[in-house]
């Protein structure tokens, strides 16, 4: 068993006005041994295809800079590679996400895209869990539970990777309470 923690950066505006849907722009993942250890990591720039240009807004909150994407490869040919990566060995994978989000950004972009990721519908929601696993009564932003966990967060909010490796720290402490 290997676990696929991943995170997802999206085109984005300010106060959310836009007359396009969001689209996936960066996927960063780590994959997981079941003993606790990053095996290894995944990180790629996607172009968005119905609104190629980020607005000021997401390139502030992101760091992502227009030349960045503008080199970057299809949605396509980044779930291609994504696939080939997770899959490279004969292991049984499990998908974890934090929040519904990304799943719904994957599943609108892959049906836009005309694409069918086959383990799209085997994603884990740690948010969700992460709330039943404490009692809360409504779920809470990854920052805010990194922080009430005691775990620094390191390297840049809002990319990917970095979202990516810092929820492993948190999955990693709780290894044995998360239902897949």
């Not at 720039?45 to 807004?57: D, E, F, G």
């Not at 040919?77 to 990566?85: L, P, T």
């Not at 775990?151 to 840049?156: A, K, L, S, V």
């Amino acid at each position: 068993m290997q676990f696929i923690l991943f995170d997802l950066e999206a085109t984005c505006w300010k106060d959310s006005f836009s007359p396009y849907p969001q689209e996936i722009i960066e996927i960063g993942a780590c994959k997981l041994s079941p003993y606790g250890v990053v095996i290894e990591t995944f990180s790629s720039l996607i172009i968005p295809s119905r609104s190629p240009v980020l607005s000021q807004y997401c390139k502030s909150l992101t760091g992502i800079q227009q030349n960045e994407i503008d080199r970057a490869k299809s949605f396509k040919v980044v779930m291609h590679d994504f696939e080939n990566w997770a899959t490279d060995s004969s292991s049984q994978l499990s998908y974890f996400s934090w929040g519904a989000k990304d799943y719904n950004l994957l599943r609108d972009d892959s049906q836009y895209n005309n694409i069918e990721l086959e383990w799209l519908e085997d994603i884990y929601d740690l948010k969700q869990q992460y709330g039943d696993i404490k009692g809360l009564k409504k779920p809470i932003g990854l920052d805010k539970v990194l922080e009430v966990e005691g775990i620094e967060f390191e390297g840049t909010k809002h990319r990917a990777l970095p979202d990516a490796k810092n929820l492993t720290k948190l999955f990693f402490k709780y290894l044995d309470r998360w239902q897949y």
